[in-house]
């Protein structure tokens, strides 16, 4: 890649990031121009040559984030883990995301705002909800769920419980880890779905360990 073409990169990665922080503070409305611009240290036209408004900006946020969740998805794809216990892992990276990405935590924020309830639908909700559906498809098969269990349902259920539990823990101000109430969170679920088999194994030899991945090196 060219020199410009990789410093035009950089600007833009940069103006992503400081709009999600800003957006992920104030929500869209209130979010400030001129503080995202001062964050990611670019020029006012150095932001509207990539970006044609806030609201531009915003849906790069989100497109940003839809990106981070394939990441996670596939990080776990193919794991050497039962399908129940690589949706474990997947859910706590979720969490751990939350605490570490700004752009999830913008994303989060912004799919309650008006101007983008669409991107629910064909964003990440719709990405978590059928790799969960997946995962659930393959339990079955492996008779880790019940036949009776639609796994449409089970992944609708699990994605709104979650997202459930990541609002209630910013309004109640929970000091429980969003990583702890996730897996509390499916582990009541699986309670009423899971087979006696797999519900005994797991009382003997719990979760797998779900270890933080090595950072990607800088470009």
Same mark, same amino acid.
Not at 69 to 77: A, T
Not at 87 to 105: M, N, P, Y
Not at 132 to 140: F, I
């Given at each position: ?26 929500g ?33 946020v ?16 193919? #794991?050497? &883990?039962?399908?129940? *216990?690589? =949706?474990?892992?997947?859910i +706590? /990276?979720?969490a $751990? ?9 913008a994303e ?27 995962? #659930?498809? &393959?339990?079955?098969? *492996?008779? =880790?769920?019940?036949?009776? +269990? /639609?796994?449409? $349902? ?25 990583e ?25 030899s ?12 800088a470009?």
């Amino acid at each position: 890649m060219a020199p410009q073409q990789e410093r035009a990169k950089r600007t833009r990665a940069a103006i992503v990031e400081s709009a999600a922080v800003e957006f992920g503070k104030r929500g869209y409305a209130a979010a400030s121009i001129n503080t995202i611009l001062e964050g990611s240290h670019a020029t006012k036209g150095a932001m509207y040559f990539h970006f044609s408004s806030k609201e531009d900006l915003a849906r790069a946020v989100l497109g940003a984030a839809t990106a981070q969740y394939h990441s996670i998805f596939e990080r776990w794809e193919g #794991a050497a &883990r039962d399908p129940l *216990d690589t =949706l474990h892992a997947i859910i +706590v /990276d979720i969490a $751990r995301g939350f605490g570490e990405s700004a752009i999830l935590r913008a994303e989060f924020r912004l799919i309650a705002e008006p101007e983008f309830h669409a991107a629910i639908v064909g964003g990440s909700g719709s990405l978590w909800s059928r790799a969960a559906r997946d995962l #659930a498809v &393959r339990a079955q098969a *492996d008779g =880790l769920i019940g036949p009776g +269990v /639609d796994p449409d $349902r089970f992944g609708r259920v699990l994605s709104a419980t979650l997202a459930g539990q990541r609002f209630l823990r910013d309004v109640v101000a929970d000091p429980t880890s969003l990583e702890e109430l996730f897996v509390q969170a499916y582990e009541v679920i699986l309670a009423g779905v899971t087979t006696d088999g797999w519900r005994q194994r797991h009382r003997s030899s719990g979760w797998a360990p779900v270890p933080i991945p090595e950072p990607e090196p800088a470009i």
